[in-house]
């Protein structure tokens, strides 16, 4: 198995309520059911969501195309960090998001990919809905 992780999903809203809603605070606490985040929305910004179960840095931000972070569940071994990228696309009234998941540990891709659909995409749709 190799340790990328590829998803695309589809909003029903705009690339910019998309991307205000990954690098938001207040909007990714409201989507995932009020658990604390901490999202400093400028590159190099440190960010932390689901209570700090999730921390990292943005590494990259264009504004309603693109987030590029060093991700982390908080459990992993201190320094390694995987890279997560949000790409967004304009199809209409709607946004297609490219997911692109790597450098993850070995063995983590399973349980890496349900839990983007669980604690990210489905939460996220019904924000925008």
């Not at 995932?32 to 700090?52: L, M």
């Not at 179960?53 to 931000?61: D, P, Q, S, T, Y």
């Not at 390694?80 to 998941?101: I, M, N, P, R, W």
């Amino acid at each position: 198995m190799s340790n990328t992780i590829h998803q695309e999903v589809t909003f029903m809203a705009s690339p910019e309520r998309v991307y205000e809603v990954l690098i938001s605070s207040e909007l990714f606490s409201k989507a995932t059911g009020g658990a604390p985040t901490d999202i400093h929305a400028v590159e190099g910004g440190a960010f932390s969501c689901f209570g700090g179960m999730i921390v990292g840095r943005n590494i990259e931000l264009v504004p309603n195309k693109r987030v590029v972070q060093a991700w982390r569940p908080a459990n992993w071994e201190e320094g390694f960090y995987s890279v997560a990228k949000f790409e967004l696309k304009e199809q209409g009234s709607e946004t297609l998001l490219l997911f692109d998941h790597t450098g993850f540990p070995e063995g983590q891709g399973d349980h890496l990919a349900t839990g983007w659909h669980a604690n990210y995409w489905e939460p996220i749709k019904k924000l925008l809905a």
